[in-house]
């Protein structure tokens, strides 16, 4: 019913920017009440929340990320991006795509961020 394809990942130096993207093959009357976001799961570690923008059009960041990573969404596109600037070593993961509400949720494939130091 839905589903979520990234793009935009790839292999930064410290210090770069990288805008990722999720576009969601659904229908506009089933993704645009949704919730969607960003996870990242670094090797090793569990699955994190990075980012979310809420159906009300709130956001959440982890505090890791406050004042370098962005989060915004365009709804006639049915896309959420994440602008990430100044990365760091500790953003490297696998960032995947998150929309739900209430229960349902669906997640991309996920798209690889390499930060090197």
């Known amino acids: 019913q839905v589903r979520l394809v990234e793009s935009g990942g790839g292999l930064i130096q410290a210090g770069g920017s990288l805008r990722l993207s999720c576009a969601a093959n659904?229908?506009?009357?089933?993704?645009?009440?949704?919730?969607m976001g960003w996870y990242r799961q670094a090797p090793g570690k569990q699955r994190e929340l990075v980012a979310i923008f809420r159906s009300d059009r709130s956001t959440t960041y982890a505090d890791s990320v406050k004042g370098r990573f962005t989060i915004s969404r365009d709804y006639s596109r049915k896309r959420v991006l994440l602008q990430m600037n100044d990365l760091k070593a500790e953003d490297t993961g696998l960032y995947s795509c998150y929309a739900g509400r209430g229960g349902t949720n669906y997640w991309g494939a996920g798209t690889q961020v390499t930060v090197s130091s």
């Open positions: 659904a229908i506009t009357s089933v993704i645009n009440p949704l919730d």
